[in-house]
């Protein structure tokens, strides 16, 4: 029993150092400061584990489609997107580099993500990372389909042809 008791008073301790740490303001949050690998790796892992557990929704549209991979170049450049993650010869805008984390590659990131995961974060956005929620400020559900659609094909978009979708007729 009383080893119960000194668990339970080491995490009453350990609970109130922590609080004290963060609420107390000593948690520095300067986006120009890296955060503890601790901190880093704690957010990575409850973020991927908050889209694993919520990304379920099956696209109604076929991503391989041309039109829709078209449709999704065009949303893709003018929603934005590639202001913070770039595009085929369109680079990072500066001001990206000033967010902590840092947007990701998304050539890099559509290999280790299923279509269901890329579309909710498109839809509903990553919190404290700079990600806006594309379905808050009115994009479709198709539309945000026809994001992902791009996405998945950045790696082999050459310039010319992300400059041609994008083209205003």
Known sequence: MRIL???GAIAIVVAASAAMFFFGGFFNIAANEEDPALVSWALIKVRMASIDRHAHDISPVKLDDPDVIHAGARAFASRGCANCHGAPGVNWQKFS????????????????????????????GIKMTGMPSFGAIGAEDNEVWSIVAFIRTLPTVSEADFKSWTATP
């Open 5 to 7: 008791a000194g668990i």
């Open 97 to 124: 580099e000033g967010l902590q984390p840092d947007p990701p590659d998304l050539k890099d990131v559509v290999k280790e993500r299923r279509p269901a995961q890329l579309f909710w974060v498109v839809k509903h």
